[in-house]
């Protein structure tokens, strides 16, 4: 709620940084305030000739500023949602409510949500629309446009073989489709089938497009790109090249189009693709902590480990409290041999949150490499005053102890660690001869 203006406004995380930031504060609606506001707009818009269409978005809640977890939040935010559309939709004749809310909630993950789990991916929101276009004009969508988008949801839900068959059936109507998304899932669908020469088409095609088409569908950029670039023939390398140059660019400005390609290659486990992309991302000027979290994993993976360290020293300038980031960071300090640098990004991790188990541990089998045994002994004495009774953490205290020969507190230890794990085999095994010889 805006208390300036009296309004209450979409929030803008921008508006966190702002001087006159007081003037916000979070207010959720209950369901009579909301049917207020919907009946107002309503007012403005029914006039005896005009219609409307009421839906309720599938679209997740990405945060919450309530004592709620997201999930929580957010099944609240839709039943107040949903209860208020269907309320305003029975009371006005000229209202009707369609349930793209119901259509996106009940149907098959692969096929309905982008990889965030909070957007719902274009090809289905294409068949949403067909959906309400069937409905308000019977017979304006014929068979193959169903089958075609059907086609493209398969695609998206990596279903290659089921989308190839419908694919060989409608070839001529893939051939000559005008819809983005049918031209998109050729082209994928053809590059997973390792059939190159026959995609190639559908990329120039998408090229051509590509400026008004790429706000939409951004991910397909790179896809196109790739295949045009690799081409032997001159003139589809070159515009490959430039696709891919103006795909870096849009990702530099909008980094979130890196990531959504990332993760799909990551899906799809495209080996090829991610080395590309990496070496694409690695050096643009974007801020955007998990993905750099991710190319620099990506990195690493590829043996380039001091690129990868370089890449994450240079993101957590801008980013210095992300913890993945940081976390990221410190294993490759560990890869690459920097145990005294990993060990001060650890300990910012552990000052950060003290009962992060991973950090604690990680930090305290570091201090261990560097032989300050002592000083992992307080680190793993710290954790268990903030996760009291966790195995890994005892079992490693208590070896540390037996070989200081402090034996009555690594044997206390070694018994605590036994119990806390649940005689698990692999702690027996770790301190079989601490356990022995206390016995």
Known sequence: YDAVSGTYVDFDTAWARRPDRARFNFTRLDFAAAKTVVEKTLTLLVDGRRKVLLTTSPVVLGRTFTADDISVANAHSKAVLRAVAGEVSVAHRDVDYFPSYEIATITRRPEVWEDDLIHVNPNFVARIMQHVTAAYEPGSVDQTSRALLHMANLVEGLKFEAAEAVRARLADA??????????????????????GDAAVPFALKLAAVEEALGQHHPDWVFDAARMLAASEDRVNSNAGAALLARFAASGTANPQRLYHTFVRMERLRDAAGLAELTMLAEPLNFTLPELATKLAAQLLAMGHGMRALALCR?????????????????????????????????ARLVEADLSDVWSGLTLARTLVKR???????????????????????????????????????????????????????????????ILAASA
Do not use: F
């Open 174 to 195: 893939v051939e000559v489709s005008t819809d983005p998304a049918v031209q998109i899932a050729a082209l994928r669908l053809l590059v997973a089938l390792g059939q």
């Open 314 to 346: 240079r993101h957590l300038a801008s980013s210095p409290d992300d913890g993945e980031l940081l976390a990221r960071c410190a294993r490759i300090e560990i890869a690459v041999g920097q145990l005294a640098e990993a060990c001060t990004t650890l």
């Open 371 to 433: 032989g300050e045994v002592a000083a992992a002994l307080d680190v793993l004495a710290m954790l268990d005053r903030h996760v009291p009774d966790h195995g890994a953490a005892l079992a490693l205290a208590a070896r540390l102890l037996w070989k200081q020969r402090r034996r009555a507190e690594a044997s206390a230890m070694a018994r605590r660690a036994l119990a806390a794990s649940g005689d698990d085999p692999a702690v027996v095994a770790q301190l079989g001869a």
